[in-house]
């Protein structure tokens, strides 16, 4: 379980690409739910598949629990997103996105901090 440096491959390119675009239309200082609704335009527009608040129930001792956990994105099955807009990022926030990588059974997840001047400086790509 690594945090590393954004080094995108072709698809999680296109999304940090997506995100760039988003915060140079509105910069930081919004709600988190805004940047989720103009990040969820913005793939569309640009033909990225993705599904948003998926559900992701919780499994103890073989049973499945529904917590009300969501993840914010899901690009094409593959990318996990979580938006965030805080004053800084956290290692919670880190550990959110390590979790739902685990749960889910997905590799790579891109967390995503708007409430930046630059956005670079709230990129993390985190891997299981």
Known sequence: ?????????????????????????????????????CLAHELALRGIAFTQEQALPVVYKETKLECGYRMDFVVEGQILVEVKSVEALAPIHQAQVLTYLRLSGLKVGLLINFNEHLLKNGLRRLVL
């Open 1 to 37: 379980m690594t945090g590393a440096a954004i080094r995108p491959g072709p698809l999680s390119g296109r999304v940090v690409d997506a995100a760039l675009e988003v915060h140079r239309q509105l910069g930081p200082g919004l709600l988190e739910s805004a940047y989720q609704h």
